[in-house]
């Protein structure tokens, strides 16, 4: 009876510090997902900011004088509008990422003030600062797709294509 052994696993994860505590998430460039989620995630993040004027210019139609003068209405409808502006982001984070992970990422913040929601300069911020290092990882897979791709390439194609003369 023979017996085989199908080891696809390989050690291709890498590991991202998120904090200074040491939280870390784990992501590998062989999830077929990651690319899409990250690149989709931007987009989204880029689409909520751009709609956060238009919902400001909305909000301060219905109040003329808001910004002037002390209105609570005013105050507590651009206070909503940026609050759903976070937590859509806190989502778009954690679908990438995985759960958790914008919590993580601004621990500190959470320790101090328990219910600490992240304004949107955090958010870009953590996309600012996440952006090279998901491009050196997709960066990295490129090249070793290539290297594995050229060796196969060699096992299958012959090496010598001159006949040998008599």
Not at 7 to 12: A, F, K, P, V
Request: proline share 4%; hydrophobic share 30%.
């Amino acid at each position: 009876m023979a017996k085989y052994n199908l080891n696809l696993q390989n050690d291709e994860i890498d590991e991202i510090t998120l904090n200074k505590r040491g939280d870390k998430i784990y992501i590998s460039s062989d999830d077929a997902n990651l690319w899409d989620k990250f690149s989709s995630g931007y987009k989204r993040i880029e689409e909520l900011t751009e709609e956060m004027p238009n919902k400001l210019a909305e909000i301060e139609k219905k109040y003329p004088n808001g910004n002037e003068e002390i209105n609570t209405d005013y105050v507590v409808e651009i206070s909503k509008a940026r609050v759903e502006f976070c937590e859509n982001a806190i989502a778009v984070i954690d679908d990438i990422f995985g759960e958790g992970t914008a919590k993580k990422s601004f621990h500190d913040y959470y320790d101090t003030i328990p219910d600490f929601l992240p304004d949107e300069d955090k958010f870009m911020a953590f996309f600012e600062t996440m952006t090279p290092i998901m491009e050196d990882i997709f960066k990295k897979k490129m090249q070793r797709q290539e290297k594995a791709s050229k060796a196969r390439m060699a096992k299958y194609q012959p090496q010598d294509h001159k006949r040998k003369s008599k």
